[in-house]
């Protein structure tokens, strides 16, 4: 009988589905590992593909995965994997270093273009690959790159053959996808770690990943049980779910994304010189950024989950924001003071440039997306204390992305940006004069402005640093510039809130993506 | 109108040159339809503009690589002429939102949209017909004003918010579908009913004293059954078109939010294929209704 | 039953008209302390998630959508007569011409002549320059449905027995049409016209999700219903359903105005 009562939980244990079910909100695009872009297919990636090391996303120190041991050499030149023996894909083949060699060299070819490409390249140019034997691999640069290490957190080993459900070489794989309802993810039964006590990972024996668009359905169906979390919880949900199910949703502080405004400053035929004036002076764009209530926006738009931003970097990203940054207060007077200094008066409740203009501009914004679109009409309202008339215009995403990038026919926006990783590297083509994603003046042939021009040089510099302490420094200089210019004006960071089911162990949610999956092959069900 | 006096017969409606005419019809409907949908596509602000643009980790290089990896034809006239001869072959090229073949898309999401799109047509014709009836054939004001009522409450309220409802509620999806197509029946019903109960040769059997049920068989369900058959048809391509807000808003993968999704991504090979599918629904049902009329 | 119909409609346009004197409050005004707020004193139907009060929207909102959603379904309604007149032609050729166009107008993918019209405008273009103009785009682009009602009910008149009996007592085609077919194409009209109005006016809805229908500040009806969407907060929040509630009675009060006559979809 006491044995009996000994193996009762066992029973029990065995007894639970271990299948995760939670939502994606939309179809992922491709399963080829090395050529995902969007978030939904990363997710994918992060679960099914098996990186060399991975970066402990509680600790932030990089860890072996496929490869046991990894050197970094030559002062940040080079790096050296040494990879597990016997390592298989889902499929049963041998996974060796001709493997990963094959996988970088299809990354670097600049006609797949892969993204994984662009974090391997330094500039422009690839590291040479040598393979010593079939469990060592070695890439080497011309200079010392930064991060050498960290960056193969994110470079997923691909397997020989690209099929339409590839075989995967990390935790799981996909089994099966029917487009627009779900992707099903199995358990990697050649999947190289154990536990402690030497059981197999992952734990899990499935994960479903319902395709859901519409939040308010996904909530509905998590309170039903049928979903085990929610991987980004929006304010208003959590309040509701906090409400009903207390124990399930946690607040994980600032995110790392910001929400922003930017005005257009390139020369664009659409707008007139007197109004790319206004949009090209500093003294315009810290005016507007003073004159809104950011306080209020976390309140209201987010529910108090929200934390006025300091800048690119988020406080949540504790090793690179400039701690000697504030988030800007709110002095509408100062910021008319501003505008008197360079020409501008406020006459009745009208503010009028020198060439006597109204200061009027649009503030576009993607239709649909809530939080924005009452942000658009608070800061409408915001401004109207400095005399300025805001035409809030809430476009569907095909029409927004046609005018911020190529018509450039608009005068300012309203978006965020979702970042994946904590290095400031992460949005280097946002700021270098010549990217494409450069929000106020795309594509520059060569910068317009002396700041422009030295946070080029920022960029660039720290992205070759070699030396942690001294890569900081340049990041802090680079927050600095950004904060006197303004010229995307940060508004704030909203909190990082979650959902999980309290049957779901082994949880370890944090704001870097994928959140709450991080360390899926430890997850399990009780 | 009545039907007394009706001139054209079955025989006269399957004339061949008729037949020929309705036929030219439809093929230049879906021609020219078709044609036009895929233009008002090609030129919307946002074709041709991949959201890679906006994503930070891709630099100007990979951004262009993956550009040059999409089928993008920049004349229309000649993509529109190869989309056809592909598409006769049944080959529609692939949806650039889904990167799967859109022949395989349709396949998969037909199955889940006819299901909501049979069912709620014949539920919107059933509950509209029987509304119309209940309002005009016992003659009993509160009927008729609650079937006024009932019809004027769901003529005002969003198909994809009454859909809503119903997931939320998890009754079933085709019944919203039927009750948004309820007071679009129960409108064309009750009048094309009123002219019968009212017609002449009704007025007199009923003098006559024929019972209620013979009336009703003889004098309205039998001479309104071919315009209740051209409601019919017309009621398939109305539920189609509430298929597209329901669908999406409640995540139905079917063709409707396939529809939804693929404007919103300015999908051409996608777009096209459905505009063809929407086009010949159309021309289908319009020629139906005239070899009915 | 028509007279309380009659008289609760022109209640409503007053109450449209005279938004600006019956409201409490500007329809714009963000009251930020009191967001989201239960009835209440000073805010008899609570307010919006951004402090602004809901009657006062709602006001306002019956304004814009009681003179835009008509107008538009006049224009579709009189754009639909005009072109069914020419099937009245004899020419086959116009027929068959007229309908193709219906076809073609019936299966066209609307929504992007809508966004191909929002980016030709300005971005600062007024309001109600870019609502007017969707509306009555709305109005063009509808004429295809009431034009198949009103092309299958002359077509059929054409063919009827009592035409042909009034043709062979002499009666002029001027006369026919005005003494016959007019009355009956009339009464059809009406029926189009009440059921395209809910109709623009859930459409403006879904427009103002592309930032074409009536740009916030600006309230409609449109926009209000877009509250429905979110079932957590009809549910918390009841009284959200007062526009849902105005345009039922609107539909009802059309609705038992019209003549019922034959209404071809």
């Known amino acids: 009988m006491k044995h009996i009562l000994l193996l009762l939980p066992l029973v029990l244990s065995a007894a639970v589905p271990q299948q995760l079910r939670f939502a994606i909100n939309g179809d992922p695009k491709m399963f080829d590992v090395l050529m995902v872009a969007e978030s939904n297919s ?44 016997n390592l298989q894909f889902s499929d049963g083949t041998p996974l060796t270093a001709a493997d990963v060699e094959r996988t970088l060299r299809r990354a670097l070819d600049p006609k797949s273009g892969s993204p ?68 099903l993810l199995r358990r990697n039964s050649h999947y190289f770690k154990r536990d402690a006590k030497g059981v197999q990972l992952p734990y899990l024996d499935s994960i479903r990943l319902d395709i859901q668009a519409n939040a308010d359905i996904a909530l509905t169906r998590y309170q039903r049980g049928e979903f085990h979390l929610i991987n980004k919880l929006d304010a208003d949900s959590f309040d509701r779910l906090q409400k009903t199910q207390n124990n399930s949703v946690r607040s994980l502080g600032p995110s790392l994304d910001p929400e922003f405004i930017w005005f257009n400053q390139a020369p664009a035929k659409t ?154 590297s992460e949005e280097m083509n946002v700021w270098l ?61 909203p909190d990082y809130l979650v959902a999980v089911s309290p049957s779901l162990k082994g949880v370890q949610p944090v704001v870097v993506p994928p959140q709450i999956l991080w360390n899926a092959e430890w997850l399990r069900f009780e | 109108m009545t039907p007394v006096g009706r001139e054209s017969t079955f025989a006269s409606r399957l004339a061949p040159g008729r037949l020929a005419l309705g036929f030219l019809t439809f093929i230049a409907t879906i021609l020219i339809g078709g044609f036009a949908a895929a233009a008002l596509v090609r030129y919307s602000p946002g074709f041709d503009v991949d959201e890679d643009v906006l994503n930070p980790h891709l630099s100007p290089a990979t951004i262009a690589a993956r550009h040059a990896q999409r089928e993008v034809e920049n004349g229309l006239p000649r993509f529109y002429l190869r989309y056809l001869a592909r598409a006769a072959h049944g080959d529609f090229g692939k949806s650039e939102a889904f990167n799967l073949p859109v022949s395989e898309l349709l396949r998969h999401r037909a199955s889940i949209s006819a299901g909501l799109l049979v069912r709620g047509t014949l539920g919107g014709l059933a509950l509209g017909s029987l509304l119309a009836w209940l309002s005009v054939w016992p003659r009993r004001l509160t009927l008729e004003l609650s079937a006024v009522a009932t019809s004027g409450l769901l003529l005002a309220i969003p198909p994809a918010v009454l859909a809503l409802f119903f997931f939320f509620r998890e009754w079933p999806l ?35 004293g024929l019972g209620s049920a013979r009336l009703a068989i003889t004098y309205v369900l039998g001479p309104a059954a071919p315009q209740l058959a051209a409601l019919a048809g017309v009621a398939v391509v109305l539920a189609f078109g509430s298929l597209i807000p329901i669908e999406g808003l409640c995540d139905v993968p079917g063709i409707g939010q396939l529809a939804l999704k693929g404007a919103l991504a300015r999908d051409l090979p996608l777009l096209s294929a459905l505009g063809l599918i929407i086009t010949s629904l159309v021309a289908g049902v319009q020629w139906m209704g005239d070899l009915t009329r | 039953m028509t007279r309380p119909a009659t008289i609760l409609l022109a209640l409503v346009v007053v109450l449209g008209l005279a938004a600006p004197w019956l409201a409490p409050n500007p329809y714009d005004h963000q009251f930020r302390d009191m967001a989201s707020a239960s009835p209440q004193p000073g805010f008899p139907m609570g307010t919006d998630d951004l402090g602004r009060d809901r009657l006062s929207r709602l006001l306002y909102a019956t304004r814009v959508s009681v003179l835009l959603a008509p107008s538009a379904a006049t224009i579709s309604v009189l754009l639909a007569l005009l072109f069914s007149a020419l099937a009245a032609l004899p020419s086959r050729l116009v027929a068959w011409t007229l309908s193709l166009a219906n076809g073609i107008f019936l299966s066209l993918p609307w929504i992007f002549l809508f966004i191909i019209l929002r980016s030709k405008l300005s971005l ?90 009536v740009a916030d500040p600006m309230p409609s009806w449109g926009n209000l219903l877009r509250d429905l969407q979110h079932p957590d907060v009809v549910q918390a929040n009841p009284w959200t359903l007062a526009p849902l509630a105005l345009l039922v009675l609107v539909m009802i009060c059309l609705e038992s105005l019209t003549p019922s006559r034959k209404a071809a979809l």
């Open chain 1, 42 to 85: 990363e997710t994918i990636r992060y679960l099914t593909a098996g990186v060399l090391l991975r970066v402990n996303r509680t600790t932030d120190v990089p860890q072996p995965e496929l490869a046991e041991s990894f050197q970094v050499k030559e002062g940040g030149r080079a790096i050296t994997f040494k990879l597990r023996p």
């Open chain 1, 116 to 183: 994984t490409g662009d974090t391997l390249r330094a500039g422009d140019t690839a590291p040479e690959i040598l393979v010593a034997n079939p469990r060592e691999i070695t890439l080497r640069y011309k200079a010392p790159k930064p991060g050498i290490d960290r960056l193969f957190d994110s470079v997923g080993i691909a397997p020989p053959v690209q099929t339409k459900l590839p075989p995967s070489s990390g935790a799981f794989f996909v089994a099966e996808y029917q487009p627009g309802t779900f992707v």
């Open chain 1, 271 to 424: 707008l007139p010189e007197w109004k790319r004036a206004w949009f090209t002076s500093a003294a315009f764009r810290h005016a507007v950024s003073s004159a809104i209530r950011r306080e209020d926006m976390a309140r209201i738009v987010f529910k108090g989950h929200a934390h006025p931003a300091v800048g690119p970097i988020s406080t949540a990203n504790r090793f690179w924001v400039n701690a000697a940054l504030k988030p800007p207060v709110l002095d509408t007077k100062g910021g008319l003071a501003q505008l008197a200094k360079e020409g501008f008066t406020l006459r009745g409740n009208v503010l009028r440039d020198k060439g006597n203009h109204a200061v009027e501009f649009s503030l576009i914004t993607q239709a649909g997306k809530r939080p924005r679109e009452r942000m658009a009409s608070l800061v409408a309202d915001d401004l109207k204390a400095l005399g300025i008339k805001v035409n809030v215009v809430t476009l569907d995403f095909g029409s927004l992305l046609d005018r911020i990038s190529k018509s450039l026919d608009y005068e300012a926006a309203l978006l965020g940006f979702e970042n994946v990783d904590a290095d400031p």
């Open chain 1, 433 to 493: 004069s010549s990217g494409a994603q450069h929000a106020w003046w795309p594509a520059q042939k060569t910068p317009a402005t002396a700041w422009e021009a030295r946070i080029d040089k920022l960029e660039l510099a720290q992205a070759a640093e070699g030396v942690r302490a001294n890569r900081k420094n340049l990041v802090d200089e680079f927050q600095k510039i950004v904060r006197e210019e303004e010229p995307i004006i940060y508004l704030l960071n």
């Open chain 2, 174 to 208: 085709w019944l919203a579908v039927a009750l948004a197509l309820l007071p679009r029946v129960f409108g064309t019903a009750r009048s094309i009913l009123e002219d019968f109960y009212s017609s002449p040769a009704l007025l007199a059997a009923r003098a006559r």
């Open chain 3, 124 to 213: 600062n273009t007024d309001p109600l320059v870019s609502v007017t103009l969707t509306f009555a785009l709305m109005g063009v682009a509808g004429w295809a449905i009431p034009g198949r009602a009103f092309t299958a009910s002359i077509v059929e008149m054409k063919d009827a027995g009592w035409l042909l009996q009034a043709r062979a007592a002499g009666l002029r085609p001027w006369r026919i049409a005005t003494a016959h077919a007019w009355p009956h194409l009339w009464s059809l009209a009406l029926v189009q016209f009440r059921i395209l109005i809910p109709a623009y006016v859930l459409s403006e809805a879904s427009l103002g999700l592309l930032g074409l229908g």
